[in-house]
Nanobody, 121 residues
Framework: QVQLVESGGGLVQAGGSLRLSCLAS????????MGWFRQVPEKEREFVAG????????YYVNSVKGRFTISRDNAKNTVYLQMNSLKPEDTAVYYC??????????????WGQGTQVTVSS
């Protein structure tokens, strides 16, 4: 089992940048695929990005390609989401998740508590 704690959310103007971090507990972090999801009220949670266990493969939803970058540091038990050129439609609660298949949204089993990202126009 793994516990996840996100940080780095906040308020930013459109066109700005934020970097989200997710610190995982436990000694098996490198055995998990990691992902970022986001959710706005009254909408389903959206799979944003995923990364394989050692970072060699990544997945992005089309709406963030070229703007967001997912990365991980297994020595620090941390996964990151660098978000550039932010848009108001990126406003959401962002969740970190751990699972078995980096590209498959249904393959994530463990979740953080979420961090709010608000992009003002």
């Amino acid at each position: 089992q793994v516990q996840l704690v996100e940080s780095g959310g906040g308020l930013v103007q459109a066109g700005g940048s934020l970097r989200l971090s997710c610190l995982a507990s436990g000694r098996t972090f490198s055995s998990y695929a990691m992902g970022w999801f986001r959710q706005v009220p009254e909408k389903e949670r959206e799979f944003v990005a995923g990364i394989s266990t050692h970072g060699s493969s990544t997945y992005y939803v089309n709406s963030v390609k070229g703007r967001f970058t997912i990365s991980r540091d297994n020595a620090k038990n941390t996964v990151y989401l660098q978000m550039n050129s932010l848009k108001p439609e990126d406003t959401a609660v962002y969740y970190c998740a751990a699972g078995t298949a980096y590209y498959y949204p249904g393959g994530y089993d463990y979740w953080g508590q979420g961090t709010q990202v608000t992009v003002s126009s």
